[in-house]
T-cell receptor, first 114, second 114 residues
């Protein structure tokens, strides 16, 4: 069935370090992926997305890598700051009859120490 | 640009009651999706509305229903509330009814069932 999972539930880094958050997905039909950041008491905030015809996409301080061969997605955050501390979710969309349905993973808690 | 807004922010109900949650989509967005997020988990897709019709549904019983209005705002209705319905209910809006469009979330309604 469809599922999106994360290898590491928690990640602690020092301010200024680079962070890498990983995500595995199981639905080979998925063709669109999004990373969200969720702070306590808030809804998920869009970070970056990538379509299946791409391997890499860069934003401001963030990079998403997609490896369709092994069905793996990662989010890299450069020069991590205390304000980056939050829960990070990857989400997939399988397209077709799935329309706008996003399937989320359980999330990774990122803690940035000053 | 106005983001996604949800009301109320918090709600307490008892088992068997009915509840209506409301969502105003981000300006320029015509598609609304609803998600349920249990504590410590990722959001689960309930359904999506596009052009005032249900455009896809997740694994939720019929007592979860919705509406979309001509101004693209939406309601989520839950009948015969159960204890397990206690969760954060998130609304997300996007452009167009298909997949491969980023969904932008509101901060949710925290529903507690006693």
């Amino acid at each position: 069935g469809e599922s999106v999972g994360l290898h590491l539930p928690t990640l602690s880094v020092q301010e200024g370090d680079n962070s890498i958050i990983n995500c595995a997905y199981s639905n080979s039909a998925s063709d669109y992926f999004i990373w969200y950041k969720q702070e306590s008491g808030k809804g998920p905030q869009f970070i970056i997305d990538i379509r299946s015809n791409m391997d890499k996409r860069q934003g401001q301080r963030v990079t998403v890598l997609l490896n369709k061969t092994v069905k793996h997605l990662s989010l890299q955050i450069a020069a991590t700051q205390p304000g980056d501390s939050a829960v990070y979710f990857c989400a997939e969309n399988a397209g077709g009859t799935s329309y706008g349905k996003l399937t989320f993973g359980q999330g990774t808690i990122l803690t940035v120490h000053p | 640009e106005t983001g996604v807004t949800q009301s109320p922010t918090h709600l307490i109900k008892t088992r068997g009651q009915q509840v209506t949650l409301r969502c105003s989509s981000q300006s320029g967005h015509n598609t609304v999706s609803w998600y349920q997020q249990a504590l410590g988990q990722g959001p689960q897709f309930i359904f999506q509305y596009y052009r005032e019709e249900e455009n896809g549904r997740g694994n939720f019983p019929p007592r979860f229903s919705g509406l979309q209005f001509p101004n693209y705002s939406s309601e989520l209705n839950v009948n015969a509330l159960e204890l397990d319905d206690s969760a954060l209910y998130l609304c997300a809006s996007s452009m167009a009814g298909g997949s491969n469009q980023p969904q932008h979330f509101g901060d949710g309604t925290r529903l507690s069932i006693l």
